[in-house]
Protein backbone atom coordinates (compact mmCIF):
# COMPACT_ATOMS: atom_id res chain seq x y z
CA UNK A 1 0.00 0.00 0.00
CA UNK A 2 1.13 3.47 -0.36
CA UNK A 3 -0.83 5.19 2.23
CA UNK A 4 1.84 7.53 4.06
CA UNK A 5 1.60 9.97 6.93
CA UNK A 6 3.33 13.16 7.75
CA UNK A 7 2.48 13.84 10.75
CA UNK A 8 5.62 14.49 13.19
CA UNK A 9 5.82 12.10 16.10
CA UNK A 10 8.71 13.17 17.81
CA UNK A 11 7.18 12.45 20.63
CA UNK A 12 6.20 8.86 19.87
CA UNK A 13 9.26 8.02 18.44
CA UNK A 14 11.77 8.71 21.30
CA UNK A 15 10.11 6.43 23.84
CA UNK A 16 9.64 3.63 21.15
CA UNK A 17 13.33 3.52 20.42
CA UNK A 18 14.02 4.05 24.56
CA UNK A 19 12.03 1.16 25.44
CA UNK A 20 13.61 -0.42 22.69
CA UNK A 21 16.95 -0.39 23.96
CA UNK A 22 15.87 -0.65 28.07
CA UNK A 23 14.72 -3.71 27.33
CA UNK A 24 17.48 -5.47 25.36
CA UNK A 25 18.00 -8.79 27.58
CA UNK A 26 14.43 -9.40 27.87
CA UNK A 27 12.98 -12.99 27.66
CA UNK A 28 11.68 -13.99 23.87
CA UNK A 29 8.13 -13.89 23.84
CA UNK A 30 5.84 -15.67 21.48
CA UNK A 31 3.79 -17.65 24.10
CA UNK A 32 0.81 -19.98 22.71
CA UNK A 33 0.10 -20.46 26.09
CA UNK A 34 -3.58 -19.30 27.57
CA UNK A 35 -3.02 -15.49 27.94
CA UNK A 36 -3.49 -14.32 31.68
CA UNK A 37 -5.43 -11.42 32.87
CA UNK A 38 -4.00 -8.57 33.86
CA UNK A 39 -4.21 -7.40 37.43
CA UNK A 40 -6.65 -4.07 37.40
CA UNK A 41 -6.67 -1.77 34.71
CA UNK A 42 -3.85 -1.67 31.98
CA UNK A 43 -2.77 1.23 28.97
CA UNK A 44 -2.02 -1.08 25.88
CA UNK A 45 -0.11 1.21 22.87
CA UNK A 46 -1.43 0.69 19.09
CA UNK A 47 0.97 1.33 16.60
CA UNK A 48 0.01 2.77 13.54
CA UNK A 49 1.13 5.39 10.24
CA UNK A 50 -1.28 7.05 9.12
CA UNK A 51 -2.79 10.24 10.81
CA UNK A 52 -5.71 10.43 8.39
CA UNK A 53 -6.97 7.30 10.08
CA UNK A 54 -6.47 8.75 13.68
CA UNK A 55 -10.33 9.89 13.86
CA UNK A 56 -11.49 6.29 13.07
CA UNK A 57 -8.88 4.73 15.32
CA UNK A 58 -9.73 6.61 18.05
CA UNK A 59 -13.11 5.88 18.11
CA UNK A 60 -12.71 1.80 17.74
CA UNK A 61 -10.26 2.37 20.83
CA UNK A 62 -13.04 4.53 22.66
CA UNK A 63 -15.58 2.03 22.08
CA UNK A 64 -13.35 -1.08 22.94
CA UNK A 65 -12.49 1.09 26.10
CA UNK A 66 -15.84 0.98 26.74
CA UNK A 67 -16.69 -2.82 26.92
CA UNK A 68 -13.31 -3.55 28.84
CA UNK A 69 -13.21 -0.44 31.41
CA UNK A 70 -9.69 -1.84 32.70
CA UNK A 71 -8.26 -1.59 29.12
CA UNK A 72 -6.99 1.85 27.74
CA UNK A 73 -5.89 2.32 24.22
CA UNK A 74 -3.09 4.79 23.46
CA UNK A 75 -2.22 5.38 19.98
CA UNK A 76 1.31 5.87 18.63
CA UNK A 77 1.39 7.60 15.28
CA UNK A 78 4.85 7.39 13.84
CA UNK A 79 5.26 8.58 9.88
CA UNK A 80 5.52 5.58 7.67
CA UNK A 81 8.94 6.68 6.33
CA UNK A 82 10.26 5.83 9.57
CA UNK A 83 7.82 3.41 10.77
CA UNK A 84 9.88 0.08 10.24
CA UNK A 85 13.03 1.77 10.65
CA UNK A 86 11.50 2.75 14.46
CA UNK A 87 9.65 -0.61 14.94
CA UNK A 88 12.49 -2.88 13.96
CA UNK A 89 14.68 -1.20 16.67
CA UNK A 90 12.24 -1.32 19.06
CA UNK A 91 11.54 -4.68 18.33
CA UNK A 92 14.90 -6.11 18.22
CA UNK A 93 15.06 -4.47 21.80
CA UNK A 94 11.48 -5.42 23.85
CA UNK A 95 9.88 -2.16 23.14
CA UNK A 96 7.63 -2.45 20.36
CA UNK A 97 3.77 -1.20 20.76
CA UNK A 98 1.75 -4.22 21.88
CA UNK A 99 -0.44 -3.80 19.10
CA UNK A 100 0.28 -2.74 15.93
CA UNK A 101 -0.29 -2.22 11.96
CA UNK A 102 1.56 -4.64 9.75
CA UNK A 103 1.93 -5.08 6.22
CA UNK A 104 2.50 -7.90 3.63
CA UNK A 105 6.18 -7.21 2.76
CA UNK A 106 7.37 -7.38 6.36
CA UNK A 107 4.69 -9.62 8.16
CA UNK A 108 6.93 -12.98 7.29
CA UNK A 109 9.73 -11.24 8.41
CA UNK A 110 8.47 -10.68 11.73
CA UNK A 111 7.15 -13.90 11.85
CA UNK A 112 10.15 -15.53 10.99
CA UNK A 113 12.41 -13.67 13.97
CA UNK A 114 9.78 -14.79 16.37
CA UNK A 115 8.66 -11.13 17.08
CA UNK A 116 4.90 -11.21 16.54
CA UNK A 117 2.26 -13.52 18.40
CA UNK A 118 0.64 -16.56 17.09
CA UNK A 119 -3.07 -15.37 16.63
CA UNK A 120 -4.64 -19.28 16.82
CA UNK A 121 -5.84 -17.95 20.49
CA UNK A 122 -7.18 -14.73 19.89
CA UNK A 123 -9.31 -15.61 16.67
CA UNK A 124 -10.48 -18.21 19.06
CA UNK A 125 -11.54 -16.12 22.15
CA UNK A 126 -13.02 -13.24 19.68
CA UNK A 127 -14.84 -16.05 17.81
CA UNK A 128 -13.34 -14.65 14.46
CA UNK A 129 -14.17 -16.57 11.04
CA UNK A 130 -11.43 -15.81 8.34
CA UNK A 131 -13.99 -16.55 5.86
CA UNK A 132 -14.91 -13.08 6.91
CA UNK A 133 -12.02 -11.66 4.79
CA UNK A 134 -10.42 -11.79 1.30
CA UNK A 135 -8.37 -15.23 1.17
CA UNK A 136 -5.71 -13.90 -0.49
CA UNK A 137 -5.32 -11.71 2.80
CA UNK A 138 -5.66 -14.38 5.06
CA UNK A 139 -3.03 -15.82 3.58
CA UNK A 140 -1.07 -12.43 3.50
CA UNK A 141 -0.95 -13.38 7.04
CA UNK A 142 -0.15 -16.34 7.41
CA UNK A 143 3.26 -18.12 8.04
CA UNK A 144 4.10 -21.99 8.39
CA UNK A 145 0.83 -22.64 8.70
CA UNK A 146 -0.05 -20.09 11.64
CA UNK A 147 -2.07 -16.73 10.98
CA UNK A 148 -0.08 -14.09 12.35
CA UNK A 149 -2.22 -10.60 11.37
CA UNK A 150 -5.90 -10.25 10.99
CA UNK A 151 -6.77 -8.06 7.96
CA UNK A 152 -7.47 -4.69 8.65
CA UNK A 153 -8.41 -3.26 5.31
CA UNK A 154 -7.72 -3.90 1.88
CA UNK A 155 -6.34 -2.11 -1.35
CA UNK A 156 -7.15 -2.89 -4.57
CA UNK A 157 -5.76 -0.82 -8.15
CA UNK A 158 -8.12 1.11 -10.39
CA UNK A 159 -7.41 3.81 -13.82
CA UNK A 160 -8.57 7.14 -12.80
CA UNK A 161 -9.05 9.15 -15.60
CA UNK A 162 -9.37 13.08 -16.55
CA UNK A 163 -13.05 13.21 -18.00
CA UNK A 164 -12.14 16.82 -19.66
CA UNK A 165 -9.04 15.30 -21.90
CA UNK A 166 -11.43 12.83 -22.84
CA UNK A 167 -14.16 14.58 -23.58
CA UNK A 168 -11.79 17.00 -25.53
CA UNK A 169 -10.87 13.98 -28.03
CA UNK A 170 -14.53 12.56 -27.63
CA UNK A 171 -13.63 9.77 -26.84
CA UNK A 172 -16.01 7.55 -24.57
CA UNK A 173 -15.05 6.98 -20.66
CA UNK A 174 -13.53 3.59 -19.98
CA UNK A 175 -16.43 0.66 -19.39
CA UNK A 176 -15.98 -1.40 -16.75
CA UNK A 177 -15.05 -4.67 -18.76
CA UNK A 178 -12.48 -3.01 -21.25
CA UNK A 179 -9.42 -4.96 -21.87
CA UNK A 180 -5.52 -3.84 -22.69
CA UNK A 181 -5.81 -2.67 -26.11
CA UNK A 182 -8.92 -0.29 -25.38
CA UNK A 183 -6.35 1.37 -22.63
CA UNK A 184 -3.12 1.16 -24.97
CA UNK A 185 -5.51 2.90 -27.90
CA UNK A 186 -7.40 5.49 -25.64
CA UNK A 187 -3.58 6.13 -24.22
CA UNK A 188 -2.24 6.97 -27.78
CA UNK A 189 -5.09 8.86 -28.88
CA UNK A 190 -5.22 10.88 -25.63
CA UNK A 191 -1.83 11.90 -26.34
CA UNK A 192 -1.32 15.16 -27.28
CA UNK A 193 2.41 16.57 -27.34
CA UNK A 194 1.44 20.37 -28.41
CA UNK A 195 -0.42 20.74 -25.41
CA UNK A 196 1.98 18.67 -23.39
CA UNK A 197 -0.21 15.98 -22.95
CA UNK A 198 0.23 12.23 -22.20
CA UNK A 199 -2.95 9.77 -22.73
CA UNK A 200 -1.13 7.55 -19.79
CA UNK A 201 1.80 7.31 -17.07
CA UNK A 202 3.63 4.61 -17.36
CA UNK A 203 6.24 4.40 -14.13
CA UNK A 204 8.52 1.86 -13.01
CA UNK A 205 5.83 1.05 -10.72
CA UNK A 206 5.15 -2.30 -8.54
CA UNK A 207 1.75 -2.46 -6.84
CA UNK A 208 0.09 0.14 -9.18
CA UNK A 209 1.55 -1.13 -12.29
CA UNK A 210 3.43 -4.52 -12.85
CA UNK A 211 2.28 -6.31 -10.00
CA UNK A 212 -1.42 -6.00 -11.90
CA UNK A 213 -0.57 -6.66 -15.52
CA UNK A 214 1.95 -9.53 -14.65
CA UNK A 215 -0.88 -12.06 -13.24
CA UNK A 216 -3.18 -10.25 -15.91
CA UNK A 217 -0.77 -11.83 -18.89
CA UNK A 218 -0.91 -15.29 -16.64
CA UNK A 219 2.40 -14.91 -15.00
CA UNK A 220 3.68 -14.35 -10.99
CA UNK A 221 6.10 -11.95 -9.60
CA UNK A 222 6.72 -14.64 -7.12
CA UNK A 223 5.79 -17.97 -6.85
CA UNK A 224 3.05 -19.06 -3.91
CA UNK A 225 5.27 -20.35 -1.99
CA UNK A 226 7.73 -17.37 -1.96
CA UNK A 227 10.81 -19.21 -2.74
CA UNK A 228 11.12 -18.68 -6.66
CA UNK A 229 10.67 -15.46 -8.98
CA UNK A 230 8.66 -15.34 -12.02
CA UNK A 231 10.20 -12.56 -13.49
CA UNK A 232 11.82 -14.63 -16.29
CA UNK A 233 9.00 -16.26 -18.21
CA UNK A 234 7.46 -15.04 -21.39
CA UNK A 235 3.93 -13.93 -19.65
CA UNK A 236 5.91 -11.74 -17.27
CA UNK A 237 7.75 -10.25 -20.07
CA UNK A 238 4.33 -9.55 -21.44
CA UNK A 239 3.36 -7.59 -18.24
CA UNK A 240 6.14 -5.92 -18.23
CA UNK A 241 6.36 -5.04 -22.20
CA UNK A 242 2.70 -3.29 -21.75
CA UNK A 243 3.88 -0.14 -20.25
CA UNK A 244 7.68 0.34 -21.72
CA UNK A 245 5.75 0.09 -25.17
CA UNK A 246 3.72 3.26 -23.78
CA UNK A 247 7.14 5.20 -22.96
CA UNK A 248 8.59 3.94 -26.46
CA UNK A 249 5.81 5.11 -27.81
CA UNK A 250 5.46 8.58 -26.51
CA UNK A 251 1.82 7.83 -25.17
CA UNK A 252 3.86 8.48 -21.17
CA UNK A 253 6.62 10.34 -19.91
CA UNK A 254 9.55 9.02 -19.53
CA UNK A 255 11.26 8.07 -16.54
CA UNK A 256 13.05 11.20 -16.31
CA UNK A 257 10.04 13.14 -16.57
CA UNK A 258 8.52 11.47 -14.03
CA UNK A 259 11.48 11.42 -12.09
CA UNK A 260 11.49 15.47 -11.96
CA UNK A 261 7.91 15.54 -11.49
CA UNK A 262 5.58 13.00 -9.90
CA UNK A 263 3.12 11.23 -12.14
CA UNK A 264 0.84 11.40 -9.45
CA UNK A 265 0.92 15.46 -9.77
CA UNK A 266 1.14 15.13 -13.50
CA UNK A 267 -2.01 13.54 -12.99
CA UNK A 268 -3.57 16.00 -10.73
CA UNK A 269 -2.43 18.81 -12.83
CA UNK A 270 -4.11 17.67 -16.20
CA UNK A 271 -0.96 16.49 -18.03
CA UNK A 272 -1.66 13.00 -17.85
CA UNK A 273 -5.05 11.31 -18.66
CA UNK A 274 -4.75 8.34 -16.90
CA UNK A 275 -3.41 6.93 -13.96
CA UNK A 276 -3.36 3.51 -12.69
CA UNK A 277 -3.42 4.28 -8.59
CA UNK A 278 -5.02 2.24 -5.67
CA UNK A 279 -8.03 2.81 -3.52
CA UNK A 280 -6.51 4.59 -1.43
CA UNK A 281 -6.12 8.07 -3.91
CA UNK A 282 -9.92 8.53 -3.41
CA UNK A 283 -9.53 10.54 0.04
CA UNK A 284 -7.25 12.54 -1.81
CA UNK A 285 -8.74 13.07 -4.98
CA UNK A 286 -11.99 14.03 -3.13
CA UNK A 287 -10.12 15.87 -0.75
CA UNK A 288 -8.98 18.38 -3.82
CA UNK A 289 -12.00 21.11 -5.26
CA UNK A 290 -10.93 21.09 -9.23
CA UNK A 291 -10.33 17.26 -9.27
CA UNK A 292 -13.41 15.94 -6.83
CA UNK A 293 -15.96 16.05 -9.85
CA UNK A 294 -13.49 16.02 -12.83
CA UNK A 295 -12.26 13.02 -12.50
CA UNK A 296 -13.17 9.32 -11.84
CA UNK A 297 -11.74 5.39 -11.73
CA UNK A 298 -12.25 2.47 -13.75
CA UNK A 299 -11.43 -0.98 -13.36
CA UNK A 300 -8.15 -1.87 -14.42
CA UNK A 301 -8.23 -3.07 -18.20
CA UNK A 302 -8.51 -7.05 -18.75
CA UNK A 303 -5.00 -8.75 -20.23
CA UNK A 304 -4.72 -11.85 -22.19
CA UNK A 305 -6.06 -13.85 -18.63
CA UNK A 306 -8.13 -11.52 -17.50
CA UNK A 307 -8.93 -8.50 -15.34
CA UNK A 308 -6.39 -8.91 -12.30
CA UNK A 309 -5.37 -6.52 -9.45
CA UNK A 310 -3.25 -6.99 -6.96
CA UNK A 311 -4.58 -7.02 -3.22
CA UNK A 312 -2.64 -5.83 -0.26
CA UNK A 313 -4.24 -4.26 3.18
CA UNK A 314 -2.98 -3.66 6.57
CA UNK A 315 -3.02 -6.51 9.45
CA UNK A 316 -3.29 -5.85 13.11
CA UNK A 317 -0.75 -7.91 14.95
CA UNK A 318 0.28 -8.53 18.49
CA UNK A 319 3.74 -7.98 19.32
CA UNK A 320 5.34 -11.08 20.57
CA UNK A 321 6.89 -9.83 23.80
CA UNK A 322 3.90 -7.91 25.18
CA UNK A 323 3.70 -7.74 28.98
CA UNK A 324 -0.47 -7.22 28.44
CA UNK A 325 -1.23 -10.34 25.98
CA UNK A 326 -4.32 -10.88 27.41
CA UNK A 327 -5.60 -7.29 26.73
CA UNK A 328 -4.01 -6.87 23.53
CA UNK A 329 -5.71 -10.01 22.36
CA UNK A 330 -9.15 -8.77 23.34
CA UNK A 331 -8.09 -5.47 21.75
CA UNK A 332 -7.34 -7.26 18.09
CA UNK A 333 -10.42 -9.11 18.26
CA UNK A 334 -12.35 -6.25 18.33
CA UNK A 335 -10.58 -4.76 15.87
CA UNK A 336 -11.22 -7.77 13.85
CA UNK A 337 -15.01 -7.65 14.35
CA UNK A 338 -17.80 -6.32 11.99
CA UNK A 339 -18.07 -2.73 14.34
CA UNK A 340 -14.82 -1.72 13.93
CA UNK A 341 -14.83 -1.99 10.04
CA UNK A 342 -17.91 0.11 10.23
CA UNK A 343 -16.62 2.71 11.42
CA UNK A 344 -13.71 2.32 9.36
CA UNK A 345 -15.73 2.17 6.45
CA UNK A 346 -18.26 5.56 7.27
CA UNK A 347 -14.57 7.38 7.91
CA UNK A 348 -14.24 6.71 4.15
CA UNK A 349 -9.95 6.22 5.24
CA UNK A 350 -10.09 2.92 3.37
CA UNK A 351 -11.93 0.37 2.28
CA UNK A 352 -12.32 -2.25 5.20
CA UNK A 353 -11.68 -5.55 5.21
CA UNK A 354 -14.32 -7.30 6.70
CA UNK A 355 -17.27 -8.88 4.27
CA UNK A 356 -20.30 -6.84 3.93
CA UNK A 357 -18.95 -3.18 5.62
CA UNK A 358 -17.48 -2.06 2.04
CA UNK A 359 -20.94 -0.41 0.91
CA UNK A 360 -20.29 2.55 3.51
CA UNK A 361 -16.83 3.04 1.77
CA UNK A 362 -18.52 3.03 -1.28
CA UNK A 363 -21.15 5.30 -0.82
CA UNK A 364 -18.46 7.74 1.01
CA UNK A 365 -17.46 9.31 -2.03
CA UNK A 366 -20.98 8.95 -4.53
CA UNK A 367 -19.37 10.61 -7.08
CA UNK A 368 -16.67 8.10 -7.63
CA UNK A 369 -17.12 4.79 -9.06
CA UNK A 370 -15.28 3.22 -5.97
CA UNK A 371 -17.57 -0.02 -6.19
CA UNK A 372 -15.08 -1.04 -8.80
CA UNK A 373 -12.41 -1.34 -6.30
CA UNK A 374 -14.74 -3.74 -4.29
CA UNK A 375 -15.66 -5.57 -7.60
CA UNK A 376 -12.41 -6.60 -8.27
CA UNK A 377 -11.29 -8.80 -4.76
CA UNK A 378 -12.94 -11.56 -6.36
CA UNK A 379 -9.97 -12.20 -9.34
CA UNK A 380 -7.28 -10.51 -7.04
CA UNK A 381 -4.22 -12.37 -6.32
CA UNK A 382 -1.78 -11.75 -3.35
CA UNK A 383 0.96 -8.82 -3.41
CA UNK A 384 3.83 -10.53 -3.96
CA UNK A 385 6.28 -11.60 -0.46
CA UNK A 386 8.94 -13.58 0.88
CA UNK A 387 10.71 -13.81 4.04
CA UNK A 388 12.49 -10.70 3.55
CA UNK A 389 10.78 -8.87 0.20
CA UNK A 390 12.96 -5.97 0.82
CA UNK A 391 16.18 -7.70 -0.52
CA UNK A 392 14.86 -8.26 -3.71
CA UNK A 393 12.55 -5.00 -4.35
CA UNK A 394 15.39 -3.50 -4.49
CA UNK A 395 16.68 -5.04 -7.36
CA UNK A 396 13.61 -5.19 -9.13
CA UNK A 397 13.63 -1.28 -9.03
CA UNK A 398 17.32 -1.15 -10.06
CA UNK A 399 16.71 -3.61 -13.37
CA UNK A 400 13.29 -2.44 -14.22
CA UNK A 401 14.31 1.14 -14.48
CA UNK A 402 16.96 0.39 -16.65
CA UNK A 403 14.76 -1.83 -18.97
CA UNK A 404 12.16 1.52 -18.69
CA UNK A 405 15.03 3.37 -19.93
CA UNK A 406 16.02 1.05 -22.84
CA UNK A 407 19.21 0.64 -21.46
CA UNK A 408 18.65 -2.90 -21.44
CA UNK A 409 16.36 -4.76 -23.18
CA UNK A 410 13.67 -6.34 -21.60
CA UNK A 411 13.97 -10.04 -21.78
CA UNK A 412 17.42 -9.92 -20.97
CA UNK A 413 16.47 -7.13 -17.93
CA UNK A 414 14.03 -10.07 -16.88
CA UNK A 415 16.48 -12.52 -17.12
CA UNK A 416 19.00 -10.74 -15.08
CA UNK A 417 16.58 -10.35 -12.32
CA UNK A 418 14.67 -13.50 -12.08
CA UNK A 419 18.65 -15.23 -11.90
CA UNK A 420 19.63 -12.47 -8.76
CA UNK A 421 16.08 -12.47 -7.20
CA UNK A 422 16.47 -16.31 -7.15
CA UNK A 423 19.73 -16.09 -5.24
CA UNK A 424 18.10 -13.25 -2.67
CA UNK A 425 15.60 -15.88 -1.93
CA UNK A 426 17.83 -18.64 -1.60
CA UNK A 427 19.59 -17.00 1.45
CA UNK A 428 16.52 -16.84 2.86
CA UNK A 429 15.89 -20.60 3.29
Sequence with gaps: MRRTSTLAATAVLTPLLVLGLAACGQSTGGATADAQPDNGPVTISYGIWDKNQVPAMQKIADEFHTANPDVTVKIQVTPFKQYFTTLQTAAAGGGAPDVFWMNGPNVKLYAANQQLLPLDQTISRAKLDLGNYPEALVDLYTYEGKTYGIPKDFDTVGVWYNKALFDAKKLAYPKDDWT????????????????????????????????????????????????????????????????????????????????????????????????????????????????????????????????????????????????????????????????AAQIQAEAGAVIPAYEGTQQAWVTSMPQFNLKAYVDEVATAVPYPASKNTKAWTTLQTDILTKVWNGEVDAATGLKDLATQMNAALAKEK
Excluded: C
Design 180 to 339: WADFQSAARALTDKTKGVYGAAAPVEDQAGFYDTIPSAGGQVIDAAGTKSGFDSPEALKGIEFWTSLVKDGASPTVQQMTDTSPGDLFKAGKVAMYWNGSWAAVEYNGVPELKDAVNVAPVPAGPKGQVSVIHGLGNVIYAKTKHQDAAQKFVGFLGGER
